[in-house]
């Protein structure tokens, strides 16, 4: 699994490789520490990557997969001519083949094979997951997708919902990902456990998808079991009533139970809500603030030229 900073914080890098249950600092996010165990377990050894940061422009961009596609963050401005949908906190894909360029789509992420992606796929978040999936195959995408994950989206299962899409476009072979070793992840910037704190009703949603949706599957063992509980929280919610579920976390063990490679996934573990670069909705409500702004993650095809051209306001 490769971690992913920004290049201003490079001085993070030789500590996080070398600790991965610890951050280097407040926005570099501590791991929970079954998390941290899971991946010792799984023989995954996290490397740091840098993002590069246009400071000017706020852009921030990252290699994704090996055919040169890139993710790009801006804030509150999409990519010129960026696919976007309207996220709602479901389960829904949209297929891009079927978009309004003049009216935003009722979904919470896109699905495309590589005819049609030629512009960027583009995810609103504040807090929540943005997660880019593509299929790589002889060096080409085969498939590509985007999507939006609070935790509304995760335990109505939009990621098995992705993989369904995928599955559907001739890509994946087999029920599991296993004979697909070609699926690069990245995961974009998130609210942290520690400030995500949850009530009962997330518990109880975490534990009915834990139930319906993870149990069943052929991956899923006792390995995946301990750390998906310690993600949650589960001890803390039996001591004080409440969760601080880690959502990047949370996504990598289901998507290892899934199949996927963790040497093909990044994660940009930078804390959303202690982050003044990154949007967030907590924080925002917690400075009584009317609106957060929204981060615009975006999955770029090879040679994308809006990344280079992109002008977004400071």
């Known amino acids: 699994m ?6 201003s914080c490079s001085e993070l890098a030789s500590e996080a490789s070398s600790e991965t249950s610890k951050g280097a600092s407040s926005q570099f996010s501590e791991w929970p520490q079954e998390f941290a165990d899971f991946l010792q377990r799984v023989g995954n050894s996290p490397q740091v990557v840098e993002a590069r940061v246009d400071v000017a422009n706020r852009l921030t961009t990252l290699a994704h997969g090996n055919t040169g596609a890139t993710i790009a963050w801006t804030i509150d401005v999409p990519l010129a001519e960026s696919w976007r ?4 906190h479901s389960n829904l894909i949209a297929e891009l083949d079927s978009f ?24 609103n978040t504040a807090d929540c997951l943005a997660v880019a999936m593509t299929s790589e195959s002889n060096g080409k995408i085969e498939v590509a997708s985007c999507f939006h994950a609070g935790w509304r989206g995760y335990v109505s ?17 087999t029920g599991s990902l296993k004979s697909n070793p070609e699926i690069h992840v990245t995961i974009g910037p998130s609210i942290s456990g520690r400030n995500y704190p949850c009530g009962s009703d997330v518990f109880q949603a975490l534990r009915e998808h834990h139930e319906l949706r993870l149990k069943s599957k052929l ?5 995946h079991e301990k750390a998906f509980w310690g993600a949650v929280g589960l001890e803390s919610f039996s001591t004080h009533g409440k969760i601080y579920p880690d959502l990047q976390a949370i996504m990598c063990i289901e998507l290892h139970a899934l199949g996927v490679n963790l040497d093909s996934v990044s994660v940009f573990r930078e804390d959303t809500y202690e982050s003044s670069w990154w949007p967030s909705h907590r924080r925002a409500m917690a400075q009584g603030l009317a609106r957060a702004g929204r981060l615009v993650t975006h999955l770029c095809p090879p040679a994308c030229p809006q990344v280079p051209n992109h002008v977004s306001n400071p």
């Not at 949908?85 to 709602?88: I, W």
């Not at 939009?158 to 995928?166: D, G, K, S, V």
């Open 2 to 7: 490769k971690i992913a900073i920004r290049a």
């Open 85 to 88: 949908v309207a996220a709602h």
């Open 100 to 123: 309004n360029p003049n009216q935003l789509e009722k979904a919470d992420g896109i699905v495309t094979t590589a005819p049609n992606f030629s512009r960027p796929l583009a995810i």
């Open 157 to 173: 299962g939009i990621q098995q919902t992705a993989f369904e899409r995928m599955r559907m476009h001739g890509v994946l072979r």
């Open 219 to 223: 991956g899923w063992s006792s390995i």
